[in-house]
């Protein structure tokens, strides 16, 4: 089976972030520009270890873990206060192959697969699917159980949940609590700052490349703090990197329109500030 072609709302709080985090795999296709938005009690850290395949190298990816059940959130604006008590991330709307791409990068495409066939069955899309889903269970445990034992696959590193943002439902993978195929809870990884999973994993990882796609979020007004937690002075932003990931941002979501741009998600100092890579000084002013 297939993952779903495209069309989709996506929550994204990771390397997705960034359009330097978006090329790390298979990029995923957006159309649009992102909206910023905030999930409430939840919490955000470097807690799903990949192992490394082929070339690729190991690292600690971020994961978000809720507080609550069902997720909500809100849509927020550049102007809007940061929480401390939220975890921030943008909200995509998924292109053509869109589905396929996070199917590769979340080890999910038999689920997504199977997600589309009883969606499509139910008359929904994903989204509308999962939340009735979320809507019939207690909590997240029981959510976990209820998604295996229609699905019949599983993911060890991520598992598709519904986030309600007011006005619409996105989907946003999250590490699994469960076993597969079991009820009991797995016990949960502490999450780590990036300076801890670069000395957890030794030499051979590629955390700071994941890390920085991370980060670069905060270039769009994300607040990043959580993530930054525990960096080290070494580990800096260049002039570089800022720079290339605003052109590819402005070109991809704005079509190189950077008055655009500004328009959506505020003026590029603002942003620094808001999103807490200006307090640490890893962007120029």
């Not at 507080?67 to 943008?90: F, H, K």
């Not at 009735?132 to 696959?153: E, G, N, S, T, W």
């Not at 703090?225 to 002039?239: C, F, I, M, S, W």
Request: net charge neutral; glycine share 12%.
């Amino acid at each position: 089976m297939s993952p779903p072609a495209g069309g989709g709302t996506l929550f994204v709080y990771g390397s997705l972030l960034s359009r330097t985090g978006l090329r790390q795999g298979p990029d995923v296709p957006t159309q649009g520009p992102p909206q910023m938005a905030a999930i409430g009690a939840a919490e955000r850290g470097y807690c799903v270890r990949v192992a490394p395949e082929g070339p690729a190298k190991a690292r600690v990816a971020a994961g978000l873990r809720p507080r609550t059940w069902p997720m909500g959130g809100v849509i927020r604006s550049p102007q809007d206060p940061v929480d401390s008590t939220a975890v921030e991330g943008l909200v995509l709307q998924l292109a053509e192959g869109g589905w396929q791409a996070i199917a590769a990068r979340t080890g999910c495409a038999q689920i997504l697969a199977g997600l589309e066939r009883e969606a499509a069955g139910a008359g929904l899309r994903i989204e509308a699917f999962l939340w009735q889903l979320a809507m019939k269970v207690a909590d997240f445990p029981r959510y976990q159980f209820q998604l295996y034992q229609q699905m019949r696959y599983w993911s060890p590193c991520y598992v598709p949940v519904p986030v309600h943002l007011g006005k619409a439902v996105a989907v946003c993978f999250i590490p699994p609590t469960l076993e597969l195929g079991q009820v009991a809870p797995a016990m949960r990884i502490p999450a780590l700052s990036v300076a801890e999973a670069i000395a957890e994993l030794g030499a051979n990882n590629d955390q700071w490349e994941y890390h920085l796609g991370c980060v670069l979020g905060g270039l769009h007004g994300v607040d990043v703090r959580d993530l930054l937690r525990g960096q080290p002075p070494e580990y800096r932003l260049t002039p570089e990197e800022v720079q290339e990931e605003l052109e590819a941002a402005t070109t991809a979501w704005f079509g190189g329109d950077a008055a655009a741009m500004e328009r959506t998600l505020g003026q590029q100092h603002r942003r620094l500030a808001r999103s807490g890579l200006a307090d640490r000084g890893l962007a120029p002013p």
